[in-house]
Every structure is written in structure tokens, then in C-alpha cells.
């Protein structure tokens, strides 16, 4: 190997080991807030949702405890929506209309928070992490390319919808966009949660509300992508005012 090659991989290694090493501080901060919430939360009885019911019973402060639960959830743990949901549905079979709204209040201030938080904290946090303001731009493009598949990604759940709203605010994504897609979203994720999906695959109907479902969702996106790609950044995107 020559000298020359050697001393640009010494470079790429010593260039890339700060962010990466950062990377790790950030998630190991995070994976530590979330525990300690988790764990607080259970300590404090805010997950026996069968003690609740017997204590408050079919009450607006059980409601209330649902919707501060999502939010807290949303917040400080990156994981689905359906470690509050189900169990809250279990506790309370008969009252799932009740479990179903407080939820979707809870979940959708939790998602805007994650998207405030972006907006003003994300891409500092990024350009902390990369110590380099042209990269983080270039990543913030990157992710604004993608806007068309936000939908998509919120409503399927291949990736946590926390984690795709904090990186909306970070890349400047309007904010009546990002509204009204996590609104529709949790309408859908949270009614499938709450309803079951293992009530659909019961019945022949069940398992054709879900292929329609998933050919609306592909036919939604590459509509959206269609649209986006006609439409001025401006249309989805806030764009930022240069120095």
C-alpha cells in the first residue's frame, strides 16, 4: 500500500472518529433519559393501567393520565405508541372510543414537541456531532429530498415516527405540513392499534381492508412524490435565511 493511500485513510479514521464518538455519547444520553422516564414511570404506577381503573375508574383524569403518558412516551421514549395503547385497551375494553381520542391527543402534542425540538435544537445537535456546518447543510438537503415519503413513513412504521418528526423540524419541513400528515397518520396508526389488527385477520373483509390499505398508502406516496417534485421547496420546506 503506498504512503500516499495509508496517510488519506489515517485521515478519513481521524476525521471520522470525533462524530462517531459524539454519535455515541448522543445515543447513550438518550438511551439513558429513556430508561430512567421508563423506569420512573413504573415506580410511580403510571403503567398498571388495572390499578388505575380500579382507583379512578371510568373518569377524565384517566383519560388525562393517558394522554400525559403518550406524550411522555413519545418524548423521552423512541418506541411505538402501543406499549401505552394496548395495554390502556386491555384495561379498558369498554371504553376504547375514550382510549382511542386520549391517545391521539397525547401521541399528536407529543409528535409536535419532537418537531419543535428539531426545528431549534435538531441541526445544532447535528452540527455538534459533525463539528462542520457544510455537512450538516448537505444532510438537511438530503433529508428535505425526501420529503414526498414523510406520509408514508408515518403511517407504516418502518421507522419511529419520532425519530422521522424531529428530523422534519431539523430540515425545516413546514409546519402545517408536518401537521396535517401526523394528524391523518395517528387517525389511522392509532384506530389499528386500539381496534387490532388481529381482529381484521379474522375475517376475508379484514384481510381486504389491509390490501386496500396498502395500495392506497403506495398510491398516496407517488402522488405526493409527483406533486413535490412540481412544487417550489417554499410549498413544503421553510427555508432559512443566509448570513
Do not use: H
Request: charged share 15%; with cysteine.
Amino acid at each position: 500500500m503506498k504512503a500516499e493511500t495509508k496517510a488519506k485513510i489515517k485521515a478519513t479514521l481521524k476525521k471520522a472518529t470525533k462524530p462517531a464518538l459524539k454519535s455515541l455519547l448522543a445515543v447513550a444520553i438518550i438511551v439513558a433519559i429513556a430508561l430512567s422516564v421508563y423506569y420512573t414511570l413504573i415506580g410511580l404506577g403510571f403503567t398498571d393501567f388495572a390499578k388505575i381503573r380500579n382507583e379512578l375508574g371510568d373518569s377524565i383524569w384517566t383519560y388525562v393520565a393517558i394522554v400525559f403518558l403518550q406524550i411522555i412516551q413519545v418524548i423521552f421514549i423512541p418506541i411505538s405508541n402501543q406499549v401505552v395503547t394496548i395495554p390502556a385497551c386491555l384495561a379498558f375494553p369498554d371504553c376504547l372510543w375514550k382510549v382511542y381520542v386520549s391517545s391521539v391527543i397525547g401521541i399528536e402534542i407529543g409528535t409536535l414537541c419532537l418537531f419543535f425540538i428539531g426545528k431549534f435544537g435538531g441541526r445544532k445537535i447535528l452540527n455538534w456531532i459533525l463539528n462542520d456546518k457544510d455537512e450538516t447543510e448537505k444532510c438537511a438537503v438530503v433529508l428535505r429530498k425526501g420529503r414526498a415519503f414523510y406520509p408514508i413513513g408515518m403511517v407504516s412504521g418502518f421507522i419511529p415516527d419520532d425519530i422521522l418528526t424531529t428530523l422534519a423540524g431539523m430540515s425545516g419541513y413546514n409546519f402545517w405540513y408536518v401537521l396535517g400528515v401526523s394528524v391523518f397518520s395517528k387517525l389511522i396508526c392509532v384506530a389499528a392499534t386500539v381496534w387490532g389488527w388481529g381482529c381484521l385477520t379474522r375475517y376475508w373483509w379484514g384481510w381486504v381492508i389491509m390490501i386496500v390499505g396498502s395500495i392506497l398508502l403506495l398510491i398516496g406516496t407517488w402522488l405526493a412524490y409527483k406533486w413535490t417534485k412540481r412544487q417550489p421547496n417554499k410549498a413544503i420546506v421553510t427555508t432559512e435565511k443566509k448570513d
